[in-house]
């Protein structure tokens, strides 16, 4: 449990800002090419937008739910969940 609590605090941030980069590229690569893959692309980048900003939401409410899951309360000094998770 403690490491899906560090996945959601230290792996999901890089992920989502990895996905907000490909999408940005996806949109801008699409409107170079005609109508068809120009439509393509901008679905493309909207489901990778999506999936960034869910990665985002986990990985600020994912903590506090793997905590309150796990029964402990509270945040430690450093302010995260996942020191307090027990395993």
């Given at each position: 449990?403690?490491?899906?609590?560090?996945?959601?605090?230290?792996?999901?941030?890089?992920?989502?800002?990895?996905?907000?980069?490909?999408?940005?590229?996806?949109?801008?690569?699409?409107?170079?090419?005609?109508?068809?893959?120009?439509?393509?692309?901008?679905?493309?980048a909207m489901n990778m937008l999506t999936g960034a900003i869910i990665g985002?939401?986990?990985?600020?409410?994912?903590?506090?739910?793997?905590?309150?899951?796990?029964?402990?309360?509270?945040?430690?000094?450093?302010?995260?969940g996942c020191a307090r998770i027990i395993v």
């Amino acid at each position: 449990m403690k490491q899906i609590c560090y996945l959601f605090e230290g792996l999901l941030p890089i992920l989502a800002f990895v996905l907000f980069i490909l999408a940005g590229v996806a949109y801008a690569v699409g409107n170079f090419f005609g109508a068809e893959m120009r439509a393509k692309a901008i679905g493309y980048a909207m489901n990778m937008l999506t999936g960034a900003i869910i990665g985002l939401i986990l990985s600020i409410i994912g903590p506090s739910l793997l905590s309150a899951l796990s029964g402990t309360t509270g945040l430690t000094a450093a302010g995260t969940g996942c020191a307090r998770i027990i395993v």
